[in-house]
DNA sequence: TGTACATCAGTGAACGCGCGTTCACTGATGTAC
DNA sequence: TGTACATCAGTGAACGCGCGTTCACTGATGTAC
């Protein structure tokens, strides 16, 4: 039954990647080995040959989940003007699509309430996404250097924050929310 | 082993009181009904004389601890003008303090994840509790009234995320992102 | 007001269930010669 | 290149555990007369 490193890898990334969908739609603690695995094609019990724990697995699948929203944005920012990669962006998240399609929205408010609550390990690779985002962001950002960098952490924290309430409301105050926040 | 119907009245506060720190701490599906029950100096098998369920428990425990922070922000707006409330509540809120003592913090951003993923009657309850403090922030913001709805929306949108984010992170990224949107 | 009975708050054992993790096993891959 | 052996990816049963909920039971409270 043993398969070639190459495989192996392969299968590596499928665990995560759908991994990184499940915890998304379910968060960390309704997301089961059992269930990643079968997600992915297999049985629980070779979970442990790819991960040393679920916190590990967790920890691969925030980064997965986070790399894939930050290459979207890099897109933007190749495409246009920084100011328009922020626009387009703000606009995208606060959209509906965004708010409903859990298992491939921005991992920052679906997981955040999770991960405060998690340990140290999870909460660094947390930060670390965090930083990166503030880093694109910033780019697009109008004002002085110092200015831009916490205009920056300000919008990002709005457009958590209104998902988060968009989310967690029943439809018609989460529509409400998120109008307003688009201005 | 019955009780006075005053002595009933009285423990389900303390059941409910108990689940609204708990819940906060540990977040829904780690708050148990025998934690809960334990935390009231009681068994968990006398739980289901008060709640049909455990849902019904998570309603009320939202809906206590919302009141008890909505009442700390009324208290600040006898105290002083309109503005100077919302300048008070925005500064506790953005304070080391609010983002660490978890048991008795804002549950806007604790629970959004959990709530999110949550059963309607749960979201109805959520979203009627941001639809209060839309209500009440509002009074302390500037501009013509149809603006200053939108804007009492956009600043609990900030302040949710910039809790929410720097509760997740490392401590150091959670200090920038609360220093950068006290401005 | 007193009495007899019904109600029910609270207890603690028990239920079925799903969880993370471990383990003996399999057979194909990797490696040493 | 070929062969013999070691490794290990993946399987599926099993583990101990905690969960939400149910239930028979208790004895004090509530109620009908």
Request: aromatic residues 4%; negative net charge.
């Amino acid at each position: 039954m043993r398969t070639t490193r190459e495989e192996k890898q392969k299968t590596s990334q499928r665990i995560v990647e759908g991994a990184a969908r499940l915890v998304r739609e379910r968060g960390i603690e309704a997301t089961s080995v059992a269930d990643v695995m079968s997600a992915a094609g297999l049985t629980h019990g070779g979970f442990y040959r790819h991960f040393e724990d679920k916190d590990a697995l967790m920890v691969a699948a925030l980064e997965a989940a986070f790399a894939e929203r930050l290459a979207a944005l890099d897109e933007r920012f190749d495409a246009g003007t920084p100011a328009e990669a922020v626009a387009g962006y703000q606009a995208e998240y606060l959209h509906d699509g965004h708010v409903t399609a859990r298992a491939i929205a921005c991992p920052l408010p679906l997981l955040g309430g999770d991960v405060g609550r998690a340990g140290d390990t999870l909460k660094a690779t947390y930060g670390a996404s965090v930083r990166q985002l503030i880093d694109s962001l910033e780019r697009g950002m109008p004002g002085s250097p110092e200015e831009r960098r916490a205009q920056a952490v300000r919008r990002i924290a709005m457009l958590v924050g209104a998902v988060t309430l968009a989310r967690a409301s029943d439809p018609e105050t989460g529509r409400m929310i998120l109008a307003a926040c688009r201005e």
